[in-house]
């Protein structure tokens, strides 16, 4: 009686509760509001910066996909060429080509003064140019004697002309062209002659000192192979070791200071591994530096302590029920772990693992230790060959001072940046497709 | 007799701790377990239990929260293995076998004494995965065909075939609470177990699937074995012909189920039925 009596009058204890309930109600509403702003904020900036990042790559990087030509009409002088006239293959491989785009140009542009004008407009088309000429006469034979109209190369400084790198109303001085050659280019320009197109040259082609020449094939394939020797050792390496400390091995202090070391070993600096791998790799077991073998050898250390996390924490997601439901009917515990533990962990492992490898296509500094940071021009055939990575490859040019590899950097960022978002969209996927409820 | 409990009186009731009231002992007996300790590192989760469980009997075991009536029916098909820090002292004797003794493989003894979980744990496969996975680990099938039939009789043992033989391809985990349990039981009984263990089988289901429940194991009763833990009274009641009462890891009182819930004779029990506790 007495206590229902107190619990209505304003003041009694169950008043003041509720009254300072509703006191703090407006404060707490505040402090959520807060919060999201803060969150929101803190999201457009992450935004913003992924925003800037991209636009300045790609705004960078757009030009690359195309590269200027250069239409010359080239005359197959046999007299230059093949004198004696027996098509005799050694004469023909090892003719004077570049004398046919000297003349070409010669034709064009008769008004050039001193030898050093003359160098500068054969600098107008590529080095490449003479190469070419013997690849399409090597290639068609009957084009011997005859004028073709034909685009070559342009070089690179051409190149940056043309898209507008270089600035005609800057000091003579200062720029790579000279005032002549600019006057040459427009009317070359004005004749149809010079065009842009698209730039195959530079996913055909592996690298070089010319830019114009320089493509990320040999990169790429580099980046390929060391890939799958990585792939190859670390995801059975690292899925076997995951199941044997998750499902097997006995829980001890041995296990307990493997599993801290194999902590540990994820947080090592990625230098740190390059430095293992040059002094027991190459140095101790004599592989062959440079190449992707080691390279892969060097990134599977580096990746096994991630795919061993990722998996073992995909192990232990599993739900016990469905264990003891297998121990139940009277499955082994073998059985129990490869016919319903793994299988159901291994989209969880499968995404670990591919972040693993998106983090080793990424990575240059422990390539650096063990020489693939060579200039390579050749395209890789095995993982015994000398070999270069797109990260590295990218630093290299980045590296380089001429003008036309500023646009190939942002380029190879780009590659590098899809492969990434390509690996990370199908570890979504896989986890998305294969995922179970229960 | 051999448990002197037997000969007391009725009038006064036992309060002695360290003895089982009651007759521990059975008539061919399936399962029999004398002096059983179960330690979880230092804790002594079970103490000192003996009990013979008969053939085709239903046992319920009945307590308090963690009173230890899980952890011994998990002793009785060594699913306690699993858990680290666990020992087990003593004899149980699944017929006549020493089932802790050495050179005991566990592949064999769980395949005789099947379990059945608190929570519906169907594997996400289909239902016929679910049903034909124990007897395809154990080879019991000889060919497609026998597979097919063993899953069918399993299916209308445990009284869901009818409910979802049209969709045996579908997932296991599609089914409801009720069914999942049901589809747990046919897959338990697929490799024809002598015993069943059911640890709390009707906790996460309502009372009309726990009715269905109920009903099966009355059924399964003339093929199994079958030890059930239960929180409810009731369900002991309407399905077990013996009771166990097991109180803080000791087995107070042991009897059949009609004199445990109308006449107990252990002042601890009492309390516990009459809902003074629990």
Same mark, same amino acid.
């Given at each position: 009686?007495?206590?229902?009596?107190?619990?209505?009058?304003?003041?009694?204890?169950?008043?003041?509760?509720?009254?300072?309930?509703?006191?703090?109600?407006?404060?707490?509403?505040?402090?959520?509001?807060?919060?999201?702003?803060?969150?929101?904020?803190?999201?457009?900036?992450?935004?913003?910066?992924?925003?800037?990042?991209?636009?300045?790559?790609?705004?960078?990087?757009?030009?690359?996909?195309?590269?200027?030509?250069?239409?010359?009409?080239?005359?197959?002088?046999?007299?230059?060429?093949?004198?004696?006239?027996?098509?005799?293959?050694?004469?023909?491989?090892?003719?004077?080509?570049?004398?046919?785009?000297?003349?070409?140009?010669?034709?064009?542009?008769?008004?050039?003064?001193?030898?050093?004008?003359?160098?500068?407009?054969?600098?107008?088309?590529?080095?490449?140019?003479?190469?070419?000429?013997?690849?399409?006469?090597?290639?068609?034979?009957?084009?011997?004697?005859?004028?073709?109209?034909?685009?070559?190369?342009?070089?690179?400084?051409?190149?940056?002309?043309?898209?507008?790198?270089?600035?005609?109303?800057?000091?003579?001085?200062?720029?790579?062209?000279?005032?002549?050659?600019?006057?040459?280019?427009?009317?070359?320009?004005?004749?149809?002659?010079?065009?842009?197109?698209?730039?195959?040259?530079?996913?055909?082609?592996?690298?070089?000192?010319?830019?114009?020449?320089?493509?990320?094939?040999?990169?790429?394939?580099?980046?390929?192979?060391?890939?799958?020797?990585?792939?190859?050792?670390?995801?059975?390496?690292?899925?076997?070791?995951?199941?044997?400390?998750?499902?097997?091995?006995?829980?001890?202090?041995?296990?307990?200071?493997?599993?801290?070391?194999?902590?540990?070993?994820?947080?090592?600096?990625?230098?740190?591994?390059?430095?293992?791998?040059?002094?027991?790799?190459?140095?101790?077991?004599?592989?062959?530096?440079?190449?992707?073998?080691?390279?892969?050898?060097?990134?599977?250390?580096?990746?096994?302590?991630?795919?061993?996390?990722?998996?073992?924490?995909?192990?232990?997601?599993?739900?016990?029920?469905?264990?003891?439901?297998?121990?139940?009917?009277?499955?082994?515990?073998?059985?129990?772990?490869?016919?319903?533990?793994?299988?159901?962990?291994?989209?969880?492992?499968?995404?670990?693992?591919?972040?693993?490898?998106?983090?080793?296509?990424?990575?240059?500094?422990?390539?650096?230790?063990?020489?693939?940071?060579?200039?390579?021009?050749?395209?890789?055939?095995?993982?015994?060959?000398?070999?270069?990575?797109?990260?590295?490859?990218?630093?290299?040019?980045?590296?380089?001072?001429?003008?036309?590899?500023?646009?190939?950097?942002?380029?190879?960022?780009?590659?590098?940046?899809?492969?990434?978002?390509?690996?990370?969209?199908?570890?979504?996927?896989?986890?998305?497709?294969?995922?179970?409820?229960? | 007799?051999?448990?002197?409990?037997?000969?007391?009186?009725?009038?006064?009731?036992?309060?002695?701790?360290?003895?089982?009231?009651?007759?521990?002992?059975?008539?061919?007996?399936?399962?029999?377990?004398?002096?059983?300790?179960?330690?979880?590192?230092?804790?002594?989760?079970?103490?000192?239990?003996?009990?013979?469980?008969?053939?085709?009997?239903?046992?319920?075991?009945?307590?308090?929260?963690?009173?230890?009536?899980?952890?011994?029916?998990?002793?009785?098909?060594?699913?306690?293995?699993?858990?680290?820090?666990?020992?087990?002292?003593?004899?149980?004797?699944?017929?006549?076998?020493?089932?802790?003794?050495?050179?005991?493989?566990?592949?064999?003894?769980?395949?005789?004494?099947?379990?059945?979980?608190?929570?519906?744990?169907?594997?996400?496969?289909?239902?016929?995965?679910?049903?034909?996975?124990?007897?395809?680990?154990?080879?019991?099938?000889?060919?497609?065909?026998?597979?097919?039939? $063993? %899953?069918?009789? @399993?299916?209308?043992? /445990?009284?869901?075939?009818?409910?979802?033989?049209? &969709?045996? =391809?579908?997932?296991?985990?599609?089914?409801?609470?009720?069914?999942?349990?049901?589809?747990?039981?046919?897959?338990?009984?697929?490799?024809?177990?002598?015993?069943?263990?059911?640890?709390?089988?009707?906790?996460?289901?309502?009372?009309?699937?726990?009715?269905?429940?109920?009903?099966?194991?009355?059924?399964?009763?003339?093929?199994?074995?079958?030890? $059930? %833990?239960?929180? @409810?009274?009731?369900? /002991?009641?309407?399905?077990?012909?013996?009771?166990? &009462?097991? =109180?803080?890891?000791?087995?107070?009182?042991?009897?059949?189920?009609?004199?445990?819930?109308?006449?107990?004779?252990?002042?601890?029990?009492?309390?516990?039925?009459?809902?003074?506790?629990?």
């Amino acid at each position: 009686m007495s206590s229902s009596n107190e619990a209505g009058k304003p003041g009694a204890p169950g008043h003041r509760s509720l009254d300072s309930v509703r006191a703090g109600l407006s404060r707490r509403r505040w402090a959520e509001i807060r919060f999201r702003f803060y969150g929101m904020v803190s999201l457009a900036m992450g935004l913003l910066f992924l925003l800037i990042m991209f636009t300045s790559i790609i705004a960078k990087a757009y030009t690359a996909f195309q590269q200027t030509y250069i239409a010359l009409d080239v005359h197959f002088d046999e007299q230059l060429l093949d004198p004696e006239g027996k098509r005799d293959p050694v004469t023909l491989d090892t003719a004077d080509y570049g004398a046919l785009v000297r003349q070409s140009l010669g034709l064009l542009f008769p008004e050039y003064k001193d030898r050093q004008q003359k160098r500068a407009l054969n600098n107008l088309v590529s080095s490449d140019a003479t190469y070419e000429l013997r690849r399409l006469l090597l290639a068609k034979p009957d084009l011997m004697g005859n004028t073709n109209r034909i685009w070559l190369l342009a070089d690179d400084d051409v190149d940056m002309f043309a898209k507008g790198q270089i600035d005609r109303l800057g000091a003579e001085a200062d720029r790579r062209l000279k005032d002549y050659q600019i006057a040459w280019l427009d009317k070359l320009q004005e004749e149809g002659r010079l065009e842009k197109r698209f730039n195959t040259k530079f996913f055909t082609a592996g690298d070089s000192r010319e830019p114009e020449l320089a493509g990320i094939r040999g990169a790429v394939v580099g980046s390929f192979l060391t890939l799958v020797v990585t792939l190859v050792l670390s995801l059975p390496i690292g899925f076997a070791t995951a199941v044997y400390l998750e499902e097997f091995a006995p829980s001890n202090r041995w296990t307990d200071l493997i599993e801290v070391n194999i902590n540990n070993l994820a947080a090592v600096p990625s230098i740190v591994f390059g430095l293992l791998g040059l002094a027991v790799f190459i140095n101790f077991f004599g592989l062959p530096r440079s190449s992707p073998l080691v390279g892969g050898l060097v990134l599977t250390l580096m990746t096994l302590p991630v795919i061993i996390i990722a998996g073992r924490s995909a192990l232990k997601s599993v739900p016990p029920s469905i264990r003891e439901a297998a121990l139940g009917v009277g499955a082994s515990h073998m059985q129990t772990v490869f016919h319903h533990v793994f299988p159901l962990a291994i989209p969880g492992m499968l995404t670990g693992a591919i972040i693993g490898m998106a983090r080793a296509l990424g990575e240059s500094a422990p390539l650096l230790m063990i020489g693939m940071v060579a200039f390579i021009v050749d395209i890789p055939s095995s993982i015994n060959t000398p070999a270069t990575v797109l990260p590295v490859q990218i630093y290299l040019w980045a590296d380089s001072p001429e003008r036309g590899f500023v646009e190939r950097t942002s380029a190879a960022i780009l590659v590098l940046l899809v492969f990434l978002i390509v690996m990370n969209g199908l570890a979504v996927y896989l986890r998305k497709r294969y995922e179970k409820r229960w | 007799m051999k448990n002197p409990e037997n000969n007391r009186s009725t009038a006064s009731f036992a309060r002695d701790y360290t003895k089982t009231v009651g007759d521990i002992l059975a008539q061919n007996p399936r399962i029999v377990c004398r002096d059983v300790d179960v330690f979880y590192g230092e804790k002594h989760a079970i103490q000192n239990v003996s009990l013979d469980i008969g053939r085709n009997d239903v046992i319920a075991l009945i307590g308090p929260s963690g009173c230890g009536k899980s952890t011994f029916i998990r002793c009785l098909n060594r699913m306690n293995d699993t858990i680290v820090g666990c020992r087990v002292r003593g004899e149980i004797l699944v017929d006549g076998q020493d089932i802790y003794g050495e050179g005991m493989d566990v592949v064999p003894l769980r395949a005789q004494v099947g379990m059945v979980f608190q929570k519906p744990n169907p594997f996400p496969k289909s239902i016929f995965e679910n049903v034909a996975y124990g007897p395809r680990i154990h080879g019991l099938a000889a060919g497609k065909l026998e597979m097919e039939e $063993i %899953v069918e009789t @399993s299916l209308r043992r /445990a009284g869901l075939w009818d409910e979802v033989k049209d &969709y045996l =391809h579908h997932p296991g985990t599609s089914l409801s609470g009720g069914q999942q349990q049901r589809l747990c039981i046919a897959r338990t009984i697929a490799v024809s177990p002598e015993v069943i263990l059911m640890d709390e089988p009707c906790s996460a289901l309502d009372p009309i699937a726990t009715a269905k429940i109920e009903q099966l194991i009355d059924e399964l009763r003339e093929h199994f074995t079958i030890v $059930i %833990v239960t929180h @409810s009274m009731q369900q /002991a009641a309407r399905v077990s012909q013996r009771t166990a &009462y097991f =109180h803080l890891g000791k087995l107070i009182e042991v009897g059949e189920t009609a004199q445990i819930f109308t006449n107990p004779r252990h002042q601890l029990t009492e309390d516990y039925i009459t809902g003074r506790f629990g």
